[in-house]
């Protein structure tokens, strides 16, 4: 069934949503975030090691704050978006994420991809996200190569300063595969 002119402006909104959330996690613009996600937002995240299980939009941007600190650097992408509309406020969506996460305090080197199924909902005229699930498809950490040079460290600048991360172990589980 092809796209109604409202779905497609829609559809460019979700992706807009998307991409903002990347580019925000990326510079840690905690204002672009605040408010990109439903109250009850559902969140779980599982890599080759850990399993991340969230609900609230409150402790999903605290587990943010503490991911992406002063000791961090990070790049994700989304690509090939799959949207499909379950109604005129609901929609669902598939991406394929590439990211790169560099943590100098663990002095590791994380990158690989995984698929995120992420549902969104429109709440007073705008697109949020009410749940965002990811599965590694994916995920290889390596030690930081010696002699690399970092020339460029924005979240030194924005993130949050490592010494004032808060602990959200509850919110993450470590497992040996």
Known sequence: MPYTLEQ?????DIKVLKHRYFRGIDTADWALLDGMFTDDVHVEYVGGTYKVSLQGADNMLEF???SFHSQAVAMHHGHSPEITFSGPDEAEGLWYLEDIFIKFNDQTHTYGTAIYRDRYVREDGRWKIAS????RVMEVIEPLHEGAQYTTHHL???GRRFEDCTDISHLITWEER
């Open 156 to 158: 030194a600048a924005h």
């Open 8 to 12: 497609l402006s829609d559809l460019e």
């Open 132 to 135: 965002s699930v990811y599965h």
């Open 64 to 66: 943010l704050k503490n």
